[in-house]
């Protein structure tokens, strides 16, 4: 398996270097970008998937619809749309920028370029990268904060989005 790479930025976003997920992924905090997309159906329920227990990050936890590294290289834009077609099989969908913000948790920091769509037609998930995927309830998701059952990043920008009313609700 060839080494993966990761694009260093600098908080707006300008790549700066370059370093492999495993040194980013221990510790290191070098800021590097990520891309997230929720996904909404018709009904306003978000999809989130639940992270396969092989994931070194967060293994387990029910998450953003779609979460994944940008490739050094890749544009953010070839990135989201590479993420949601390897996660979820979706390749037809129009994305809509929400918000850029620093994450860092206990092993890593991200900029998280978060976007979300709306989607009613078929989901496939890649059972490598994701044990289950359902649509929930708002409500339903606010009820579990704060329960160990959801990623902190998903909590955190979840939080940031219902407060500053970005969602499409």
Same mark, same amino acid.
């Given at each position: 398996?060839?080494?993966? !790479? !990761? &694009? @260093?930025?600098? *908080?707006?976003?300008?790549? *700066?270097?370059?370093?492999?997920?495993?040194?980013?992924?221990?510790?290191? !905090?070098?800021?590097? &970008?990520?891309?997230?997309?929720?996904? !909404?159906?018709?009904?306003?329920? @978000?999809?989130?998937?639940?992270?396969?227990?092989?994931?070194? *990050?967060? &293994?387990g936890k029910w998450d953003t619809s779609v979460g994944g590294h940008v490739d050094y290289g890749e544009t953010i834009e070839d990135a989201l749309k590479r993420e949601v077609r390897e996660e979820l099989g979706i390749i037809n969908f129009k994305p809509f920028f929400l918000i850029s913000y620093k994450f860092v948790s206990d092993k890593e920091a991200e900029l998280v370029h978060s976007f979300y769509t709306i989607y009613d037609d078929k989901i496939d998930p890649n059972q490598l990268e994701i044990s289950e995927g359902k649509f929930w309830k708002i409500e339903e998701i606010l009820s579990q904060i704060d329960k160990n059952i959801f990623t902190p990043n998903f909590e955190f920008e979840f939080t940031k989005l219902i407060n500053q009313k970005l969602f499409p609700l």
């Open positions: 398996m060839t080494e993966e !790479f !990761f &694009p @260093l930025v600098d *908080i707006d976003g300008n790549v *700066i270097g370059k370093s492999t997920r495993k040194i980013c992924h221990s510790g290191s !905090f070098l800021l590097h &970008p990520v891309v997230h997309l929720h996904v !909404f159906n018709s009904k306003k329920e @978000l999809y989130l998937q639940k992270r396969a227990l092989n994931k070194d *990050i967060q &293994p």
